[in-house]
Nanobody, 120 residues
Framework: QVQLVESGGGLVQAGGSLRLSCAAS????????MGWYRQAPGKQRELVAV???????NYADSVKGRFTISRDNAKNTVSLQMNSLKPEDTAVYYC??????????????WGQGTQVTVSS
């Protein structure tokens, strides 16, 4: 019912920057929370950053001061600007959205994931 499509991953050297984007589409009434999670090989998926409909944000301690999450409510998009990247930021990054469909049913959707690789 709600699809998320991510873009912007890739290979970058340590200290570099990347910008991830995610667009939501489908029978969306409202998206309450949009966020980014990541999963490194052999590790559990973890929260990177989330942003609410009102613009409140929350970041993992490991990315505070380096990553910035933003959203465009009119376009149902969320972006993650990643600066000062470190090798430990290497992971598959997943977009997440939670909200209500036009039928009033809650939804929680994941994107397909985009690889971010930071070389030392």
């Amino acid at each position: 019912q709600v699809q998320l499509v991510e873009s912007g991953g890739g290979l970058v050297q340590a200290g570099g920057s990347l910008r991830l984007s995610c667009a939501a589409s489908g029978m969306i009434l409202k998206i309450n929370t949009m966020g980014w999670y990541r999963q490194a090989p052999g590790k559990q998926r973890e929260l990177v950053a989330v942003i609410t409909l009102g613009g409140s944000t929350n970041y993992a301690d490991s990315v505070k001061g380096r990553f910035t999450i933003s959203r465009d409510n009119a376009k149902n998009t969320v972006s993650l600007q990643m600066n000062s990247l470190k090798p430990e930021d290497t992971a598959v990054y997943y977009c997440n959205a939670q909200g209500l469909t036009k039928w009033g049913a809650p939804f929680g959707s994941w994107g397909q994931g985009t690889q971010v690789t930071v070389s030392s």
